[in-house]
């Protein structure tokens, strides 16, 4: 009995018994003076900032979910005698196992990756340009006294990747890790969270360096004990390779890549693709002549049909605005129609969905008929280097002990980040469909560029969220 008592299965003990220890302000007070300890040394072994704890004794401040767990933890130690054993990377933040995630630190720095820790305050504008302004509403922003506009930083990539870039080794191979708090406004919940991850610049190996970041994001995934994380893999740049082949106008193949990447829209967007019949010829005509006119004049043609129809105003959007939005339309759908073949090809292409191994061959046999068909207009090697890249990094992984047979690629899969470049992954359980992934990454060699470095620099990386998988954990 004893040992189920043992400190490592309290918070199970606890449960079942419906108790809790005391963490009144008197108590916490009362326990931190027996113990001989300063309100900053109880802080840093609870994992949270001088300013919370104070504001516990004071009973100023309840601390509730993650945070309340953590303390409880910290009174049960204390009130047994056992202490708390001094962390080699200690973790700020009441993550309700802050050892695990010092464990898992430890890992990655015995592995052989440096820790950096960028600075939490950065400037706005690299995080802006890069994944847009629809940040800016979860970014808790403020500026300089000379006006610069700046903010807590909402990932860890950017700011590891601007740190390698402002250092003596920017042109050199570097592999990186990191653990600290990142900072996004949320509905629910702090807007304060642990982010681990790792970054590798300038590494060549392109399908090893893959291999490594997803086996270590498995090996992060089973250091926390989570049996059910699933892995779903995509490749962007393999995509993109193969609607080059195709007859796609670029506008079109923008917007299909930007579907892939958001998640959303790529069903409405085929849909809008598909060969055109006798009873839109009328329609497709009309669109194409007010593409093909001048612009002025078409605006115009539109603003008198809308005035006519007695429309002067639509959700606050005036005549003007909405002939600028039907125009812009009208560009896309003149030009939607594709080939019964080429959208046949594109459609089957996207529809591959399988283990790695078997979507391998599925993708070989979609693009060996576009091109039998003549929807691959241009036979391409760079699409053949990437399948032959994608078998390499498939017996990597398994090498690497990867369970390919569990895992799923989806050529339609993407990640709401605009900088990826190639490989892209997630892990995630389904047993809790809203937790959001545990741990995912990718390859983004376009980001150093755009962040300032002279040409585009190889990057493979991974962000593991840790309160994700610690609550998957429990």
Request: charged share 25%; proline share 4%; glycine share 8%.
């Amino acid at each position: 009995m004893q040992k189920f008592l043992d400190f490592h299965y309290t918070n199970a003990y606890l449960t079942f018994m419906n108790a809790e220890p005391d963490i009144s302000a008197r108590a916490l007070a009362a326990l931190r003076e027996r113990t001989g300890l300063t309100q900053a040394a109880a802080a840093a072994e609870i994992g949270v900032s001088q300013a919370t704890y104070s504001r516990w004794e004071k009973e100023n401040n309840e601390p509730t979910g993650a945070a309340r767990r953590a303390l409880a933890d910290w009174v049960i130690r204390r009130s047994q005698g056992a202490g708390v054993p001094s962390l080699a990377y200690p973790v700020r933040l009441g993550i309700s196992d802050p050892e695990k995630a010092s464990e898992l630190a430890a890992i990655l720095g015995t592995a052989g990756y440096a820790r950096v820790e960028p600075p939490i305050l950065q400037p706005a504008g690299p995080f802006l340009d890069v994944s847009g302004e629809d940040l800016r509403r979860r970014m808790f922003l403020t500026s300089d006294g000379e006006g610069n506009e700046l903010c807590l930083r909402p990932d860890l990539t950017i700011p590891t990747a601007r740190m390698h870039l402002a250092g003596a080794d920017a042109g050199r191979e570097a592999a990186y890790f990191y653990l600290g708090p990142v900072f996004r406004q949320r509905e629910t919940g702090s807007g304060e969270v642990q982010q681990a991850g790792i970054e590798i610049f300038g590494r060549l190996e392109r399908e090893a360096t893959e291999a490594e970041i997803v086996a270590r994001s498995a090996e992060a995934i089973k250091l926390y004990g989570i049996t059910d994380a699933k892995l779903t893999l995509g490749d962007r740049a393999l995509f993109t390779a193969f609607i080059e082949e195709l007859a796609i106008p670029a506008a079109w193949r923008r917007r299909l890549m930007r579907d892939i990447a958001r998640q959303s829209g790529l069903g409405r967007d085929l849909a809008a693709l598909a060969p055109a019949t006798n009873g839109d010829a009328e329609h497709t005509a009309f669109l194409a002549a007010l593409d093909g006119a001048d612009p002025k004049a078409a605006k115009a043609v539109v603003e008198d049909m809308l005035a006519i129809a007695g429309i002067s105003q639509v959700g606050g959007r005036t005549v003007s605005d909405i002939a600028e939005r039907f125009l812009e339309q009208a560009r896309l759908r003149a030009s939607a129609s594709l080939s019964e073949d080429t959208h046949k090809a594109l459609s089957d292409f996207l529809t591959v969905e399988s283990d790695p191994a078997s979507a391998l061959g599925e993708l070989r046999n979609v693009i060996a008929r576009a091109r039998t068909s003549g929807a691959a207009t241009k036979d391409t090697s760079a699409l053949d280097t990437l399948l032959d890249g994608f078998a390499r990094r498939n017996t990597l992984l398994a090498e690497r002990g990867v369970d390919l047979k569990t895992a799923t690629f989806s050529a339609a899969f993407g990640r709401q980040l605009d900088y990826y470049t190639g490989l892209v992954f997630e892990f995630r359980t389904s047993r809790i469909p809203n937790l959001g992934p545990l741990v995912g990454g990718g390859r983004y060699d376009g980001l150093l560029s755009a962040l300032g470095a002279p040409k585009p620099v190889a990057a493979v990386g991974c962000a593991m969220f840790v309160e994700r998988m610690t609550e998957a954990a429990s």
